[in-house]
Structure formats: C-alpha cells, structure tokens
Nanobody
Framework: QVQLVESGGGLVQSGGSLRLSCAAS????????MDWYRQAPGSQRELVAA???????NYADSVKGRFTISRDNAKNAVSLQMNSLKPEDTAVYYC?????????????WGQGTQVTVSS
C-alpha cells in the first residue's frame, strides 16, 4: 500500500500564509505526479495545483500568483506554499498522488488537512 500523510493546516488571518506538506510512504511504488485538491463545505472537490516529476506545475485560476507547489522527488514529497490567503480559500486540503504501484497506475489520497482563513 501507499500512504500519504499531510501536515501544515491551521487557522490564519486573511492575507496570511500557510505551508502544506505531504509525504508518500510504502513499498513497490513510483510516483507519476502529485497534486493538491480542496473541498469547501457544500462544494465539490477541486484541483488547486498539480506538479509532474519533471517539475512542471499548473494551478487553478483562483490561486495563480498566490500559491506555489513544489516537489522533493527524493523524499516522495510535495508542498504547497499559500500566500495572500483569502477567506474563500477555507477548505479541507487533500494531497493526491498518481502512483505506479506493482505495475498498476492508481491514485492515492491523504486524509485531508483543514485550512481556515478568517476575515
């Protein structure tokens, strides 16, 4: 199995910053790509940012210029630096990894971490 463990959520005032981290562990796997999603109450889960092994990143329009996704391939880890946070960024943030596990491509999810931005 592949496990993703997230950290770094919390409560911050509008305009503040937070950094989320996620690390994958297990055996017999290789990571194809890693992403961050978020889900606000009453809303669907949405893609926030994605990054390939080669470092190519893309972002949701709502976070461009404020969020930065980065990878540490050696540690199977991904981070999300969130600056200039807004109340509408409040959500549970989930780490996702597209993984080749025992020859089969699959997706694994972290448990989620709450980010709350107060106005």
């Amino acid at each position: 199995q592949v496990q993703l463990v997230e950290s770094g959520g919390g409560l911050v005032q509008s305009g503040g910053s937070l950094r989320l981290s996620c690390a994958a562990s297990g055996s017999d796997f290789s990571i194809v790509g890693m992403d961050w999603y978020r889900q606000a109450p009453g809303s669907q889960r949405e893609l926030v940012a994605a990054i390939t092994n080669g470092g190519y990143a893309n972002y949701a329009d709502s976070v461009k210029g404020r969020f930065t996704i980065s990878r540490d391939n050696a540690k199977n880890a991904v981070s999300l630096q969130m600056n200039s946070l807004k109340p509408e960024d409040t959500a549970v943030y989930y780490c996702n990894a597209d993984v080749m596990y025992r020859g089969i491509l699959g997706a694994f999810w972290g448990q989620g971490t709450q980010v709350t931005v107060s106005s």
